[in-house]
């Protein structure tokens, strides 16, 4: 029993230093700003709830196990700073309110306005790499009439090349069409 304790412990030694660092992931460069261009951009309800007990006022649906994302793409202008319309559904107006991009991270707040609803506001939270990024957006809304709710979604971003003359549609307004 004690051989057995003891050849276990020396293989564990020879085994933590043996320098092999190939199952350790290499961390990604922290980056001062999204490099300006177009981002290819995929959205996913994680979460919807009613927030007054109706049905949400929103085309946007729980992604089921499984499911393929609609892409949209973005461009990002410079200085990193990414367009509102990447965070909204079609047909809202929104401004920034406050923002945070350095060092890898996004912190964004966005008020926004659906014509004939009511006002919508999205928080922002997430990390990015130069030519990427990943956030989860959190939308509370404050309807005049029913529909308010609550909604998570994740949102991912790869930059694909420099923007186009006409951007495409954001993935949010791909699945409100």
Same mark, same amino acid.
């Given at each position: 029993?004690?051989?057995?304790?003891?050849?276990?412990?020396?293989?564990?030694?020879?085994?933590?230093? @043996?320098? &092999?660092?190939?199952?350790?992931?290499?961390?990604?460069?922290?980056?001062?700003?999204?490099?300006?261009?177009?981002?290819?951009?995929?959205?996913?309800? &994680?979460?919807?709830?009613?927030? &007054?007990?109706?049905?949400?006022?929103?085309?946007?649906?729980?992604?089921?196990?499984?499911?393929?994302?609609?892409?949209?793409?973005?461009?990002?202008?410079?200085?990193?700073?990414?367009?509102?319309?990447?965070?909204?559904?079609?047909?809202?107006?929104?401004?920034?309110?406050? @923002?945070?991009?350095?060092?890898?991270?996004?912190?964004?707040?966005?008020?926004?306005?659906?014509?004939?609803?009511?006002?919508?506001?999205?928080?922002?939270?997430?990390?990015?790499?130069?030519?990427?990024?990943?956030?989860?957006?959190?939308?509370?809304?404050?309807?005049?009439?029913?529909?308010?709710?609550?909604?998570?979604?994740?949102?991912?971003?790869?930059?694909?090349?420099?923007?186009?003359?006409?951007? &495409?549609?954001?993935?949010?307004?791909?699945?409100? @069409?």
């Amino acid at each position: 029993m004690r051989k057995t304790i003891l050849g276990l412990a020396g293989a564990s030694l020879l085994a933590a230093c @043996s320098g &092999d660092t190939a199952t350790e992931p290499k961390p990604e460069a922290r980056a001062d700003a999204l490099k300006p261009g177009e981002y290819e951009v995929t959205a996913k309800v &994680d979460e919807l709830r009613s927030i &007054d007990n109706s049905t949400p006022a929103t085309k946007m649906k729980v992604a089921a196990a499984g499911e393929t994302l609609p892409a949209g793409r973005a461009c990002v202008g410079e200085g990193g700073a990414i367009d509102p319309v990447t965070f909204a559904e079609s047909g809202d107006k929104c401004r920034p309110s406050s @923002s945070y991009l350095r060092g890898g991270r996004l912190s964004l707040q966005y008020n926004c306005t659906r014509a004939g609803t009511g006002e919508l506001t999205q928080l922002v939270d997430g990390q990015f790499t130069a030519d990427s990024f990943e956030a989860q957006v959190m939308t509370s809304t404050y309807f005049s009439g029913a529909g308010d709710y609550a909604m998570t979604r994740t949102l991912t971003g790869k930059r694909v090349g420099d923007c186009p003359a006409t951007p &495409d549609k954001s993935p949010q307004q791909k699945a409100a @069409s």
